[in-house]
């Protein structure tokens, strides 16, 4: 049987049999114009295809197209019905325009066409998979194919970390998380925009619960300068600290983005935290003048030695705290971080992501310049109000003593000792003595909330409630303000082959899946317990995902091993698993998010891509 006869036969099985789409059914052009002695390819030779595996995330395809031959842009498919992986649209190289008299204007290849499909995986583990490619193609003379469907079976090779590479998807695919478009921002972005960019950033997380105590941090040890303090001098304080938190800031990212080790969150246990809360007591006693801190005589007079000034030491200690404050005190990973993390990870060049870092961590103490300035200039210089002054930042530091301490107390004990604080802020200021002058009646204002305050946290954890800034919302129901973590079914995941079990269960189930890694030190991860997960809606739209939570408050070997799968840092992160067990990497969540943002996030993030 002669080659024209079979692809003719073969064109009219296809079309009767409905295997031509409608768009060529419809109208079908004819089999042969080139002349009756013109002879075609088979299907095989005038598009010779391979396709294999050629790193861990990505899948190449070539056709070697026959001259006078042409394959179309928009009929090139990839789908896998594995469970391993999630593939993307073809990434296809801009075609030639040609105008075809049964279809319109098409894009075609001629010669040589070579795509990459790019796919997130399940699992780093190696493995094997089918994929389905689907291509049709003419010939000039006239001759058009029917769709031609190939099955390669591929091998998979092992990987270091999961879903490196999203897939994209042939629906109208999301935009990429705020962490990869940051990404892009410090790897192609030119100097001056990443400076820019990352300076607003740091700005806005300023008052986030991980950099909001620094507050209190820098305006007690200003407080502390007693009637020596200048404007001036607050300034240089206050730089003095900045700087230093800020250089810290940025050789510990770019120490965790070349090790992917988070040297901040490594810091986040009982130990540390209990001496840096027993430091901020020793600051408070100081404060209320039970005694005078100062370095060793030996090291005053080298300091001296060097300056005239017996401010020296001062600026040490500053720039110390500064340090401490840094790697203790600011610990959350947002998305700005992770952002210059993955480019120091992905390039190893400090360079651009440690530039990143310095003006994010600079964002974040320009606000503590501004206040530290401000209170060298309002601060009196002497007299009995500035011991009140030094008195009142003595609890303010007692204050974040307990907030550092927090996580290794009870909780009905943290309740209470929010609670005598606020007492004793309120008896501080003289809430029960008569405002006879203008500034005991500016005292009293501040102290008979203060009282109130405190005796509404007392009275609260009595009843059971465990939040200090809402002491009275829920008391009386059943366990007060009830754990978040009990009102969605989480299911605990310790390990990688804990992960692998629940993912592979899932996927036999058909479901998607949410994983949340989250810690007791994690600020943001309770601000997300608390006010997102506990959502309504948002429980609502998690009705039928598989819910998994990392607790990583260890960062032991398993944790950090959890973190190496995924390429991350720390929490409070979210990803989200297509019902093959894949991650939609574009849907991870670094940080927090408020419930109404989260809600419409979990809608389009277990939305089923159309192939």
Known sequence: MSPRLLVTLSLLAALWLGAVPASFADTPPPLLTGGSDEEFLPPDEAFRFSGDVTGPNTLKLTWQIAPDYYLYKAKIKVASD?????????????????????????????????????????????????ARVTYQGCAEAGLCYPPITKTLELVLPAAETTSLVTATFTSEPPAAAEQDRLAAVVRDGSILAVLGIFLLAGLALTFTPCVLPMVPILSGIIAGQGDTVTPRRAFTLSLTY??????????????????????????????????FALVFVALAFSMFGYYELQMPSAIQSRLTALSNRQSGGTFAGVGVMGVLS???????????????????????????????????SMGMGVPLLLIGTSLGKLLPRAGGWMETVKQFFGVLLLGVALWFARTL????????????????????????????????????????????????????????????LAPLSGAGAAGGSASVAESLPWRPVQSVEDLDRELAAASSAGKPVMLDFSAE???????????????????????????????????????????????????????????????????????????????????RAIAVPQA
Request: glycine share 10%; charged share 15%.
């Open 82 to 130: 594995s469970t391993l992986v999630q593939l993307g649209t073809p990434d296809l190289p801009k075609g030639e325009e040609k105008t075809d008299e049964y279809f319109g204007t098409q894009e075609v290849y001629h010669n040589l066409l070579e795509a990459d499909v790019h796919f997130a995986r399940a699992s780093p583990a190696a493995g094997n998979f089918a």
């Open 242 to 275: 900045v700087l230093a938190m800020a250089l810290t800031y940025t050789v510990a990212g770019v120490l965790a983005g070349l090790f992917g080790q988070n040297l901040q969150a490594a810091l986040q246990n009982p130990w540390v935290l209990g001496v």
């Open 326 to 360: 840094a790697l203790i005190v600011g610990p959350c990973v947002t998305a700005p971080l992770v952002a210059a993390l993955i480019v120091i990870g992905q390039t190893g060049d400090p360079v651009r992501g440690g530039l990143a870092l310095f003006a994010l």
């Open 409 to 468: 107390l009870p909780e009905v004990l943290v309740m209470l000792l929010w609670g005598l604080l606020a007492i004793g802020l309120a008896l501080l200021l003289g809430v029960f003595e008569p405002a006879a002058t203008g500034t005991a009646k500016v005292r009293k204002t501040v102290a008979l909330p203060a009282l109130a305050w405190g005796v509404a946290i007392i009275v609260g954890a009595a009843m059971g409630n465990r939040d200090p």
């Open 521 to 603: 030190w994690c600020v943001s991860c309770k601000e997300m317990e608390k006010y997102t997960f506990s959502d309504a809606d948002v429980q609502a739209a998690l009705a039928d995902v598989i819910l998994l939570r990392a607790d990583v408050t260890a960062n032991n070997e398993r944790d950090q091993a959890l973190f190496k799968r995924f390429g991350i840092f720390g929490p409070p992160t979210i990803a989200f698993f297509g019902p093959n067990g894949a991650e939609r990497r574009e849907f991870r969540v670094v940080g927090y998010l408020r419930a109404d943002k989260f809600r419409s996030h979990i809608e």
